[in-house]
């Protein structure tokens, strides 16, 4: 067993969060610059925090271990943002859709999260659960995995395991090349997280200036995502190998090279402030209890750094440790709420999304009790779903699992985005209930693709043996006239503007297959963003229609984020409300679509995209403002029908 003393432990729990506010601020007001910077250090720039994500959830995580304790569940945790905190930018947004659709951790960090699940949203968290378990990385990076699968998946919640673990670690030891080491034990060695730590260590092995790390760390991993998760924790663990302990050196170090400039500099901070401590983070700095802002809704924590440092560390005398001892801690006692007598988890064996085109759903319900499990199941689903044979005798012993399909009744023709299954667990000593969400699928009538060639030739223009040569106009010299000729028998031509068909047309009874020059058919997408590799596999330019019937239950003034890689237009009602002609570097909010008026009823959405190559990728979402905002889930999507 190590042993700390309770002084030193509250020390370093009050330099890690000293560290992370006056390191952290110094990089916000840049967040999102890419480019290098060459900044002095000028006393405001860590003299008034400013509110930060980074800080702001670790406060509504501590609510949560303080009403719980250790068995904290990442539900518990889900809930606690969604309850108490209002903005919603890039994954978070993804995550609180996800909850309010009934799809809980860790589908939540993975379902319609593509884009953003490689964040920086979760390794920013890290330094609370090193503080509730100094000396314990595995602990720390345990703690910090029901953290991660909130809104992450894969690479970014292994990042935070690993700043966690070394965090831990910090507590006993100060060698970073140790600490590193620590956190590489705790994560996959394979994974490509691993892999980038060890070529920072390389790199900085190798090079002794800054810029030239973060050259090579860009050539390999970069991202035009400011928040993405690689190059920004390159960028912090090359600060932290090439500046000594030097938290102001360190965090300028990291604010030069730009991007998530705020969490680089603030994560970098909270490593050295919990290495040095608060006495000696102060004496490095001339900053010490530092008033802190929060733009969630928590309470009872003050608006003082040592403060809110002083109950995380109170907090972490009275949690079970295996590996550490905390020496001369104060007499605390916390009522800690216990654990439901049964608890609920839900496995959908890949996403939580029901597509009519594969019959059904199957889903795991795992019972879990500390004793015999004895009663009856009960499954309610809303309309259009059911549940074949949603009663069931369960027997089992401190867990037991149901797998049940859920499917769409015969006939729909009305699919809710969000649909909350009620079960019911009957026993002799009472009833227990829970929920769980499945979504089903947004229904499209695609028709496509539709191409031509340059030139155009009519199904009638080669009669007679005239030759395709004679439509061709003729280049300025030979090069260019063999590459019209090469372009027409190699390539389709690219064409952004033409209106092949009447969107009118789009939403009238259509018989499924060939017709009218093209396929016509349904593509149920399970996931905000999509591909038209997924709809077609037809290699090329092209033009696909998507159309779609939206029911609103009443009217809305909303917004659209729209994704895309390739040049589209989008109708709603009739109304072109945007169109793009070029091609981009796919986002999830590529375009910003404001002043949209969802009716009451019916409303038909119609896309037109351009397929440029083989890689057309688009998403679409509905939300309550621009950017940083929720997304809307009370939405229902309408067969348009067949003849």
């Known amino acids: ?46 003299d008034a925090m400013l509110p930060n994500d980074d800080l702001d959830l670790q406060v509504l995580w501590l609510d949560v271990v303080q009403k719980y304790g250790a068995d904290f569940t990442s539900r518990q945790l889900l809930q606690r943002f969604c309850e108490y905190c209002d903005y919603s930018p890039g994954e978070y947004a993804v995550m609180r859709k996800n909850y309010q659709c009934g799809i809980y951790p860790p589908y939540s960090g993975k379902y319609r999260n593509d884009f953003y699940k490689q964040g920086m949203g ?16 595995k602990k720390a990076a345990e703690y910090a995995s029901r953290d991660g ?22 507590f006993f030891e100060d060698d970073i090349y140790k600490l590193i080491d620590v956190g590489l034990s705790v994560i996959p060695p394979e994974c490509k997280f691993a892999e980038l730590v060890k070529y920072v260590l390389l790199l900085c092995g190798r090079y002794d200036d ?22 920004n924790m390159g960028i912090t663990l090359a600060a932290l190998l090439l500046c000594g302990k030097d938290p102001i050196k360190t965090g300028l170090t990291a604010l030069g090279c730009g991007f998530d400039t705020d969490c680089t500099c603030a994560s970098a901070g909270a490593m050295l402030g919990i290495i040095s401590g608060g006495k000696k983070f102060a004496e490095l700095t001339g900053l010490h209890d530092l008033k802190y802002v929060l733009s969630v809704r928590s309470e009872g924590h003050g608006d003082r750094t040592d403060f809110l ?41 890949g996403k939580p999304c029901i597509n009519p085109q594969k019959h059904g759903k199957v889903v795991d319900i795992k019972i879990k009790h500390r004793g015999k499990i004895k009663g009856k199941l009960i499954i309610k689903c809303p309309d259009p779903l059911y549940c074949l044979d949603g009663e069931v005798e369960v027997d089992g012993e401190d867990e037991a699992v149901v797998r049940r399909k859920i499917d769409i009744l015969p006939g729909a023709s009305v699919f ?32 496509g693709p539709i191409w031509r060639t340059e030139p155009s030739l009519t199904p009638t223009a080669l009669e007679g043996g005239k030759s395709y040569f004679s439509f061709m106009k003729p280049g300025k010299d030979e090069g260019e006239s063999t590459d019209n ?49 997924d709809i077609s596999g037809f290699y090329g330019p092209c033009v696909f229609y ?98």
């Open 485 to 533: 000729v090469r372009d027409f028998h190699l390539n389709f031509a690219r064409d952004t503007d033409t209106a092949y068909l009447d969107i009118n047309s789009l939403f009238e009874p259509f018989e499924w297959g060939y017709s009218d020059g093209h396929i016509k058919q349904y593509f149920y997408k399970e996931e905000d963003s999509f591909r038209l590799s």
């Open 309 to 349: 440092s002083e109950q995380i560390a109170e907090l972490g005398t009275v949690l079970p440790h295996t590996e550490t001892v905390i020496d001369n801690a104060p007499e605390v006692k916390y009522d800690f709420t216990p654990a439901p007598e049964y608890t609920f988890e839900y496995d959908y064996k």
């Open 546 to 643: 998507m159309s779609q019937i939206i029911i609103c239950d009443e009217e809305k003034d909303v917004y659209i984020q729209f994704g895309r890689s390739a040049p589209f237009e989008l109708y709603l009602n009739g109304e072109l409300l945007a169109k793009r002609n070029d091609c981009d570097t796919f986002t999830s909010e590529n375009v910003h679509i404001s002043g949209v008026k969802l009716k009451k009823g019916e409303n038909r959405l119609v896309l037109r995209l351009t397929q440029i190559n083989a890689d057309s990728k688009f998403s679409l979402v509905f939300s309550h403002g621009a950017t940083c905002a929720e997304h809307l889930t009370d939405l229902k999507f309408k067969k348009i029908k067949r003849i």
């Open 1 to 46: 067993m190590r042993r700390i003393g309770y002084d030193k432990y509250l020390d370093k729990v009050k330099g890690c969060f000293a560290g992370k506010a006056a390191i952290g601020t110094m990089g916000a007001p840049y967040e999102g610059v890419k480019m290098r910077m060459e900044l002095k250090y000028r006393p405001e720039m860590t």
């Open 149 to 170: 699968i909130l809104d992450h998946s894969g690479e970014s919640v292994f990042a935070e395991m690993f700043f966690a673990a070394a965090e831990a670690e910090a």
């Open 416 to 447: 809710p985005m969000k649909n909350i299954i009620d079960i019911e667990f009957h026993t002799e000593n009472g009833v227990y209930k829970d929920s769980f969400g499945i979504c089903c699928a947004d229904v499209w009538r695609v028709d």
């Open 210 to 231: 800054m810029q030239t790390v973060r050259a090579w760390i860009l050539y390999k991993y970069g991202h035009p995502d400011c928040t993405n998760m690689f190059q």
């Open 122 to 137: 979760c390794p920013i968290r890290s330094e609370i659960w090193a503080c509730l378990a100094p000396g314990e990385p």
